[in-house]
Nanobody
């Protein structure tokens, strides 16, 4: 069983920064690939980025590349999404999601079977 819990959301002004956290709890020794998705009402869910299990390779959507960074703290079972230079269009509910294998890029939510409940990020311009 795998459980994911996001935290760190909030309201910031454009140009500001936030760091989201995803706490990963599992009862298996198998590595878990963790991705970040976001969704605003009326819009489709978008894959923001992914941290692949193993060497820690990351990939990002073009819309956030060079601004967002995914990192991990294995000792604390945490995965982070550092968001810098935030824009109004970054406003969304952010979710972390897990997969037991290595989902192909671009990301599809159907490839991830474990989901957190989300944390809201609101950016004001």
């Amino acid at each position: 069983q795998v459980q994911l819990v996001e935290s760190g959301g909030g309201s910031v002004q454009a140009g500001g920064s936030l760091r989201l956290s995803c706490q990963v709890s599992k009862d298996t020794m198998d590595p878990i690939t963790i991705a970040w998705f976001r969704q605003d009402p009326g819009k489709e869910r978008e894959g923001v980025g992914v941290l692949y299990a193993g060497r820690g390779t990351t990939m990002y959507a073009d819309s956030v590349k060079d601004r967002f960074t995914i990192s991990q703290d294995n000792a604390r079972n945490m995965v982070y999404l550092q968001m810098n230079s935030l824009k109004a269009e970054d406003t969304a509910m952010y979710f972390c999601a897990g997969a037991r294998y290595l989902p192909r890029w671009p990301l599809y939510e159907g490839d991830f079977v474990y989901w957190g409940q989300g944390t809201q990020v609101t950016v004001s311009s």
